[in-house]
């Protein structure tokens, strides 16, 4: 069994920042991607930021520039660490890793919780 915790979501003004954090726990056996997705009331979930394994990162465009992903191996962990927040991306935010999990090495695609981010004066 595999579980992310996460953390770090909150109120923040707009122009503010705040770190969201997470964590797996459990059997892995190795890990491909974390990442980071996010879902606005009446929206679908979009990607937010992803990095594969570990090296290679990619952006929603509307986040450029702000956010940051980061990933300590060592901990299993991929935080997001987000600059400048506009009310646009209140949303509730989840974390995502894919990799091969387990006693018998299944492939998993495995979510967070979430965490509600609101952006607003």
């Known amino acids: 069994q595999v579980q992310l915790v996460e953390s770090g979501g909150g109120l923040v003004q707009p122009g503010g920042s705040l770190r969201l954090s997470c964590a797996a726990s459990?059997?892995?056996?190795?890990?491909?991607?974390m990442g980071w997705y996010r879902q606005a009331p009446g929206k679908q979930r979009e990607l937010v930021a992803a990095?594969?394994?570990?090296?290679?990162?990619n952006y929603a465009d509307s986040v450029k520039g702000r956010f940051t992903i980061s990933v300590d191996n060592a901990k299993n962990a991929v935080y997001l660490q987000m600059n400048s927040l506009k009310p646009e991306d209140t949303a509730v935010y989840y974390c995502?890793?894919?990799?091969?999990?387990?006693?018998?090495?299944?492939?998993?695609?495995?979510w967070g919780q979430g965490t509600l981010v609101t952006v607003s004066s």
């Open positions: 995502n890793i894919r990799g091969v999990f387990g006693t018998v090495g299944r492939y998993l695609n495995i």
């Open positions: 459990g059997t892995i056996i190795s890990i491909n991607t």
């Open positions: 990095s594969t394994s570990g090296d290679s990162t």
